[in-house]
């Protein structure tokens, strides 16, 4: 054995005999608690980066930690695995994108195992292998069967570069631009598949209050999901239509001066007079040509025209003239606004730009009710006025108000309004799971038989972009038999947007391929319902906070939808969610080809071994800060490594085993030395249970160097010594798997340190050395103690009595009592 600390040699060994020994192999233990770790699963790109390794190594040194804390732990990994990338080397390279994508997964997986991660091999999934992807054929036709999945021909999002539609998540920023890409979004009318997440909007919210996930991804699902409160009210226009909206300020109906239509509003054509008629036309084709982006941004200036029409407002009667502007959309509420420029500050612009009149119908905070200089929208100041019979009722709580006198008086209903909209899962692109809906002229649309999934891939499409899927160029794909009548039919040729295959994964996991080969029922059950039982749901999940509001909501939503079909018993799929941060380049922008600041984890495995890289992640700031990569950074976690190498592989006590050390050598330095252990051991588990793997690193090194100081002395030779080493090994295990394996068993241990329980701390141990125990005579101060914690009273009033200034002050006076509060302070009373 070499006495030199080489990390290729270690690690590849571990590594080889962990997986020998099967130790990373989950079976359910009825006898010990279980814990899901998960982490969000790869897609296979070909190369695993920084980014992967800075997910990855905390995610694997936290599920080792909770192993040594006794639980049964499962951390399971795969691939998600179908998506534009693939589709697009496919075409680079004229080869079908399965090639591309299994050559990938396949050198990820090597790159995967070097990272010495507790990975459960024998649960990996691959969500374009058909035996996983009949499954997501099986929800959709389970969420098509309870009317969870529809058809509906709608403007959607698309790409122009991507050549698919987008779900509504997939549209980032102000300027709409596409998640993946970066192009500007377009709208289009098409016809497309939608999961209603609509129906369980309330839900999605409200389960946020169960889950410990971090703050700001619930402040973005409750953002996003949008649910906001208040009326609809039913207008008139001299048609007799009724021109419905919604409103969050029902106690402001009275100051409503004028109404706003979409332009693309269906009564729009019925109340515009002839002679408005070709100013709303010019208008409405204007605004026909710009997209939802264009329209919506905050800093564009609002613009609208008159129609000539106008609709009777039904708390007061008064006919109120009928607007159509570009900023109220179809997509929100009714695609009409009730316009209150007194309290609402974008009305109040329009307003002031088309001279329209803005009404006062709450007082200021004061009692104010002077012409209005700019909207007053405060719910809580202020009392109603020029309200009818609601005239002086205080505006907290006059939204109530209003709306029971509305429902009363068959006016309008309380009503709750979403941003949320459902779930839009067509792609147009050829890898992605088939959805499983046959189109038959006798039969209109009709639904794959469970017992024919999965619908496959064919493994010679054409994958050239079009627009359109390429799998509608697929003849033997396409056209096929009705499963109803037989006749002559067309298959869908759309897939799945891919966060349907990730929505389930960590399910899939829980026994990878279930029913490999088999036909598949209604009745099935999607995994081993036993295997299920135990270990769902999710204990821990980590990973990136960009998913907030994709895959994180979806997933949710999923899990809700398959309790309801029976599927699940509970609510939420994951307990507890961290959000690790951002590993930035080392010039502290973020890693791309483009820049060449791209690190590349391989190279530093190769230079420093995998414990170092992983320590070194972990060392660089909280976890769910990021940072840069730190060439010199690197190297002083490098260095660490080998000062615990050779404070324990150069053991005086392993050097020379038939040394005896002494049970208790009770001097300042053992004690020192076991105060520091005991204090790390507090530290180190504090900060691992709460994902501060820097603060747990620091807490190692101090002991090490703590080591290091008195291995030249006595205290080598003390049980303490021996105490301290044992247990630095063991905290070092999760973060430091190879090495902390190959110094275990050098201390002559057999079985891996990965299967041994996490070193207790005793807080009297851990606490410091001396403290300070105040000396009183009759209350007063006049000396102090300095002693170790925990002294007994006993002993503290007999130094005190024992004290020279003591003797001074009492000096022929007798004491009548001492009082004494352990650790705090003796009090000598005399008379
Ligand atoms: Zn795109
Ligand atoms: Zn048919």
């Known amino acids: 054995m070499s006495n030199k600390y080489i990390?290729?040699?270690?690690?590849?060994?571990?590594?080889?005999?962990w997986e020998e020994q099967g130790l990373h192999k989950t079976v359910e233990d009825p006898d010990r608690p279980k814990w899901y770790a998960l982490t969000m699963l790869p897609y296979p790109s070909g190369d695993l980066h920084t980014g992967h390794w800075y997910a990855y190594t905390p995610s694997d040194a936290s599920a080792?930690?909770?192993?040594?804390?006794?639980?049964?732990?499962?951390?399971?990994?795969?691939?998600?695995?179908?998506?534009?990338?693939?589709e697009n080397a496919a075409i680079k390279n004229g080869a079908h994108p399965m090639k591309?994508?299994?050559?990938?997964?396949?050198?990820?997986?090597?790159?995967?195992?070097?990272?010495?991660?507790?990975?459960?091999?024998?649960?990996?999934?691959?969500?374009?292998?058909?035996?996983?992807?009949?499954?997501?054929?099986?929800?959709?036709?389970?969420?098509?069967?309870?009317?969870?999945?529809?058809?509906?021909?709608?403007?959607?999002?698309?790409?122009?570069?991507?050549?698919?539609?987008?779900?509504?998540e997939q549209v980032w920023g102000d300027d709409r631009h596409c998640e993946r890409c970066g192009t500007p979004v377009i709208k289009k009318n098409l016809e497309q598949w939608k999961f209603r997440i609509t129906q369980y909007a309330d839900e999605l919210l409200d389960g946020l209050e169960t889950i410990d996930w971090p703050e700001r991804v619930k402040v973005m699902q409750t953002h996003w999901i949008g649910r906001s409160s208040g009326a609809e009210v039913s207008f008139k226009t001299e048609h007799g239509d009724a021109l419905v909206i919604f409103t969050t300020r029902p106690d402001t109906l009275w100051g409503a001066t004028f109404m706003v239509l979409a332009p693309e509003h269906p009564l729009v054509d019925k109340v515009t007079t002839s002679e408005f008629r070709s100013a709303v036309e010019a208008y409405k084709g204007e605004a026909s040509r710009m997209d939802e982006i264009q329209?919506?941004?905050?800093?564009?200036?609002?613009?609208?025209?008159?129609?000539?029409?106008?609709?009777?407002?039904?708390?007061?009667?008064?006919?109120?003239?009928?607007?159509?502007?570009?900023?109220?959309?179809?997509?929100?509420?009714?695609?009409?606004?009730?316009?209150?420029?007194?309290?609402?500050?974008?009305?109040?612009?329009?307003?002031?730009?088309?001279?329209?009149?803005?009404?006062?119908v709450i007082t200021g905070p004061a009692g104010a009710t002077g012409v209005l200089e700019e909207a007053y929208d405060s719910k809580q100041e202020g009392a109603l006025i020029n309200s009818g019979q609601f005239d002086g009722t205080p505006v907290a709580g006059a939204a109530t108000k209003v709306t029971e006198w509305l429902e009363a008086h068959e006016l309008g209903h309380g009503a709750v309004n979403y941003r949320l909209r459902d779930w839009l899962i067509s792609r147009q692109r050829m890898w992605g799971t088939p959805i499983p809906i046959i189109y038959c002229p006798a039969c209109g649309t009709v639904p794959v038989p469970y017992a024919d999934?999965?619908?496959?891939?064919?493994?010679?499409?054409?994958?050239?972009?079009?627009?359109?899927?390429?799998?509608?160029?697929?003849?033997?794909?396409?056209?096929?038999?009705?499963?109803q009548c037989g006749g002559d039919a067309e298959r869908e040729t759309d897939t799945m947007d891919t966060f349907m295959c990730s929505s389930w994964y960590q399910y899939a996991y829980i026994s990878p391929y279930w029913k490999q080969g088999r036909p598949l029922s209604v009745d099935d059950m999607p995994w081993d319902s036993g295997k299920g039982g135990y270990w769902l749901p999710v204990d821990q999940y980590t990973g990136g906070i960009e998913h907030a509001t994709m895959h994180l909501l979806y997933t949710r939503f999923f899990t809700k939808a398959l309790r309801d079909l029976g599927v699940v018993n509970f609510?939420?799929?994951?307990?507890?969610?961290?959000?690790?941060?951002?590993?930035?380049?080392?010039?502290?922008?973020?890693?791309?080809?483009?820049?060449?600041?791209?690190?590349?984890?391989?190279?530093?495995?190769?230079?420093?071994?995998?414990?170092?890289?992983?320590?070194?992640?972990?060392?660089?700031?909280?976890?769910?800060?990021?940072?840069?990569?730190?060439?010199?950074?690197?190297?002083?976690?490098?260095?660490?490594?080998?000062?615990?190498?050779?404070?324990?592989?150069?053991?005086?006590?392993?050097?020379?085993?038939?040394?005896?050390?002494?049970?208790?050598?009770?001097?300042?330095?053992?004690?020192?030395?076991?105060?520091?252990?005991?204090?790390?051991?507090?530290?180190?588990?504090?900060?691992?249970?709460?994902?501060?793997?820097?603060?747990?690193?620091?807490?190692?090194?101090?002991?090490?160097?703590?080591?290091?100081?008195?291995?030249?002395?006595?205290?080598?030779?003390?049980?303490?010594?021996?105490?301290?080493?044992r247990e630095l090994i063991l905290m070092m295990a999760p973060i430091f798997p190879h090495i902390a394996d190959e110094l275990w068993h050098r201390q002559g241990n057999t079985s891996s340190v990965h299967l041994q329980h996490w070193p207790e701390a005793d807080?009297?141990?851990?606490?410091?050395?001396?403290?300070?125990?105040?000396?009183?005579?009759?209350?007063?101060?006049?000396?102090?103690?300095?002693?170790?914690?925990?002294?007994?009273?006993?002993?503290?009033?007999?130094?005190?009595?024992?004290?020279?200034?003591?003797?001074?002050?009492?000096?022929?006076?007798?004491?009548?009592?001492?009082?004494v509060v352990p650790d705090k302070l003796v009090n000598i009373v005399i008379g």
Not at 7 to 17: R, T
Not at 767 to 796: C, F, M, S, W, Y
């Open 7 to 17: 990390p290729a040699e270690i690690e590849a060994k571990w590594q080889a005999a």
């Open 64 to 86: 080792r930690f909770k192993r040594m804390h006794g639980y049964n732990v499962f951390f399971p990994i795969g691939f998600d695995a179908f998506g534009l990338p693939a």
């Open 100 to 168: 591309w994508t299994l050559a990938n997964i396949e050198r990820m997986r090597g790159q995967l195992r070097r990272m010495g991660a507790m990975w459960a091999w024998d649960a990996e999934a691959v969500s374009c292998d058909p035996e996983y992807y009949k499954w997501s054929q099986w929800f959709f036709r389970k969420f098509y069967d309870a009317g969870l999945a529809y058809r509906e021909y709608a403007p959607v999002d698309w790409c122009p570069n991507c050549n698919t539609t987008l779900a509504r």
């Open 295 to 360: 329209r919506g941004a905050a800093d564009k200036e609002k613009t609208g025209v008159f129609t000539g029409g106008f609709a009777r407002n039904p708390v007061n009667g008064e006919q109120i003239p009928i607007w159509i502007a570009d900023y109220v959309m179809m997509g929100y509420g009714t695609g009409a606004i009730m316009a209150v420029p007194g309290h609402d500050a974008r009305d109040f612009a329009f307003a002031k730009k088309y001279g329209l009149e803005i009404r006062r």
């Open 453 to 483: 999934l999965p619908v496959r891939l064919p493994d010679d499409a054409e994958f050239r972009p079009t627009g359109e899927s390429p799998l509608k160029f697929h003849a033997g794909f396409r056209y096929v038999k009705c499963p």
């Open 571 to 725: 609510d939420e799929p994951m307990l507890r969610l961290f959000n690790q941060g951002m590993i930035l380049g080392p010039d502290g922008e973020k890693m791309s080809k483009s820049r060449g600041n791209v690190i590349n984890p391989d190279e530093f495995v190769d230079k420093y071994g995998a414990d170092t890289v992983r320590g070194y992640l972990m060392f660089i700031g909280p976890w769910d800060m990021g940072g840069p990569w730190d060439m010199n950074a690197i190297e002083g976690v490098y260095r660490f490594l080998h000062r615990v190498w050779s404070v324990v592989a150069d053991d005086p006590q392993m050097a020379n085993p038939t040394l005896d050390p002494q049970v208790t050598a009770d001097t300042t330095e053992v004690r020192a030395l076991e105060r520091k252990l005991h204090q790390t051991i507090l530290k180190v588990t504090d900060a691992l249970e709460n994902f501060r793997f820097n603060t747990a690193i620091a807490g190692l090194m101090e002991l090490n160097n703590q080591l290091i100081k008195v291995r030249e002395s006595p205290v080598v030779n003390t049980s303490v010594w021996n105490q301290a080493i």
């Open 763 to 819: 807080p009297n141990k851990a606490r410091e050395a001396e403290i300070t125990v105040v000396v009183q005579i009759n209350g007063k101060v006049r000396d102090k103690l300095i002693v170790a914690p925990g002294t007994p009273g006993a002993d503290l009033e007999q130094q005190a009595l024992a004290l020279e200034a003591v003797g001074k002050w009492t000096a022929g006076k007798p004491v009548q009592r001492v009082i």
